[in-house]
């Protein structure tokens, strides 16, 4: 079972939230969720449109139940006044050979960002991976140009490991390259 305890956050503005690992029962307030961040989708690769799929409670319900019974994946939710303001995932490769990597997401509503909240997931999520019994790595990839997020991942210490060229290209035809950084634990 992937489940943290849940941690209470205080942001910069004073703000408490709590971040704990989302249920079945959750589905109704993470599609609720999903349905509002990507209306910007510009860093994520999963477009609007593509994620209009995520959003069948019945389906959402069952990803979330085998993602909270399974030791190689872990959701967290962070909520605010019984809102979910952000998702966050560690999933555990899944062959032999990619078991100790987990790749890592994360994601908050524009209004929720720039106070401290990314700092707090991603230490709740690096203090999974630590404590994980064969987890050594985590791993991401984000847009070259997503200063924010790369400034994020840069304060929790993940370091530039490559570079995908053109990884990335959008409807208007632009192209952006996809930076893979990694820690250990
Ligand atoms: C990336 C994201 C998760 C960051 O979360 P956040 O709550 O804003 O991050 P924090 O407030 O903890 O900021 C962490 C550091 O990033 C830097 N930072 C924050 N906002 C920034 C901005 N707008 N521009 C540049 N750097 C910024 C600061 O150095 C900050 O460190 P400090 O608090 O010690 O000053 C959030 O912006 C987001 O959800 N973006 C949209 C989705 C996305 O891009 N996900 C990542 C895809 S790879």
Same mark, same amino acid.
């Given at each position: 079972m992937a489940a943290i305890e849940p941690k209470t956050a205080t942001l910069k503005n004073g703000k408490e939230v709590c971040i704990r690992t989302p249920v079945a029962e959750d589905a109704p307030r993470v599609i609720r969720y999903l349905k509002t961040v990507f #209306? /910007? /989708?510009? %860093? %994520?690769?999963?477009t609007e449109e593509e994620a +209009?799929?995520? +959003?069948?409670p019945e389906r959402e319900q069952k990803i979330l139940h085998e993602n909270y019974l399974d030791d190689n994946k872990l959701i967290l939710a962070t909520e605010m006044n019984q809102r979910i303001i952000s998702l966050s995932n560690v999933h555990a490769g899944e062959r032999n050979r990619n078991r100790h990597v987990g790749q890592m997401g994360i994601s908050i509503l524009p209004e929720y960002r720039g106070n401290g909240l990314g700092t707090a997931i991603m230490q709740a999520m690096i203090d999974w991976g630590t404590a994980?019994? #064969?987890?050594e790595k985590l791993a991401l990839g984000v847009w070259a140009d997503n200063a924010p997020a790369i400034a994020l991942y840069e304060k929790m210490g993940f370091i530039e490991e490559g570079r995908k060229v053109r990884e990335v290209k959008y409807a208007d035809g632009q192209y952006d390259d996809c930076i893979c950084m990694y820690r250990f634990v």
């Open positions: #209306v /910007d /989708d510009r %860093f %994520f690769m999963t +209009q799929k995520w +959003q069948e994980h019994p #064969v987890i």
